[in-house]
């Protein structure tokens, strides 16, 4: 339960408190943002550029115009500079996320907050020598009530943005995993990839190959020789080696879902209200009963 709790508590930071570098200038008046990625921001997100001296709220998205560029409702009233460390931040009704923290802790001390509370596990037989692990996990939404209608309204969209990427990690990543680099650029319809070293991979192992753009899982057909592996098919993006990283996962989520949302509830007595999504994943775990427990020593 433990790796599934620190895997999701990782889902959820990464998309409520999402941040990304300027690659650009952005001079006073303009409206187009030039970021590293603009993959977790969505139209009508608010959010807020900061450096490391000032920073300029209340801005809200009106187009992702593509991977690398947001455009803004409004014009900046600043100047942006990529040597000041310019970043673009994702903000909630003028809110941030104090803490997210893992259980259900009787004491903390500032709200906003996320709780990540793992609640059940179940388990029954999927084949003849493995099982179906279901795992599930409550995650929480806390707000002082005392902030009224700004609180509930940065829980509801809290809970939507969560929601969302939940909904975009059906497999996430979970427990130990291998990690390797591309030596050589990857594109559309390559089955030989060429890494750093090919000592963690095996034949039809999984793999997921991945930059700040896109994800996708492959299958190791071959390995060639220590920087060459062959796929069973072929990559579907272009990916650059200087940007892409190979994981070699040893645990496999193959389904997972916010199955439930619990909207307004009060939470530990009347001074918080929290929503609450119930989320599941399912895992297949094998048993190897071969290899049973001596019964007499």
């Not at 339960?1 to 650009?24: C, F, G, H, N, Y």
């Not at 709780?115 to 179906?132: C, F, H, P």
């Not at 650029?185 to 991945?210: C, Y």
Request: hydrophobic content about 40%.
């Amino acid at each position: 339960m433990e790796d599934i709790l620190d895997s999701i508590r990782r889902v959820v930071s990464k998309w409520v408190q999402t941040i990304t570098p300027l690659t650009a200038d952005i001079s006073i008046g303009g409206d187009i943002v030039e970021v590293k990625s603009s993959i977790r921001f969505q139209v009508g997100d608010q959010v807020m550029i900061k450096d490391d001296i000032v920073a300029e709220t209340g801005l809200i998205v009106e187009e992702i115009v593509d991977k690398t560029h947001i455009k803004l409702t409004d014009s900046v009233l600043n100047e942006w500079t990529v040597a000041q460390n310019s970043t673009l931040i994702k903000t909630i009704n003028n809110m941030f996320v104090e803490g997210i923290y893992i259980g259900d802790p009787d004491v903390i001390s500032q709200y906003p907050a996320i709780t990540v509370n793992g609640t059940t596990r179940d388990s029954e037989w999927m084949t003849l020598d493995s099982t179906k692990e279901t795992y599930n996990i409550e995650i929480n939404v806390m707000v002082l009530d005392s902030t009224h209608e700004d609180g509930y309204r940065f829980m509801l969209a809290m809970t939507k943005t969560i929601e969302r990427g939940l909904k975009k990690n059906i497999f996430p990543l979970v427990g130990n995993f291998d990690v390797a680099s591309l030596i050589v650029d990857a594109s559309s319809g390559d089955i030989f990839l060429k890494v750093t070293d090919t000592s963690p991979f095996t034949n039809q192992g999984r793999l997921i190959l991945e930059d700040q753009f896109q994800s996708e899982e492959l299958w190791v057909d071959e390995i060639i020789d220590s920087q060459t592996i062959k796929l069973v098919n072929g990559v579907c993006f272009d990916y650059s080696y200087e940007d892409a990283t190979l994981i070699l996962p040893t645990r496999f989520i193959y389904n997972s879902w916010p199955a439930n949302i619990d909207y307004g509830k009060l939470h530990k007595g009347t001074l918080l209200k929290a929503s609450s999504i119930k989320w599941f994943a399912e895992e297949e775990e094998l048993q190897l009963m071969r290899k049973q427990d001596p019964k007499t020593n």
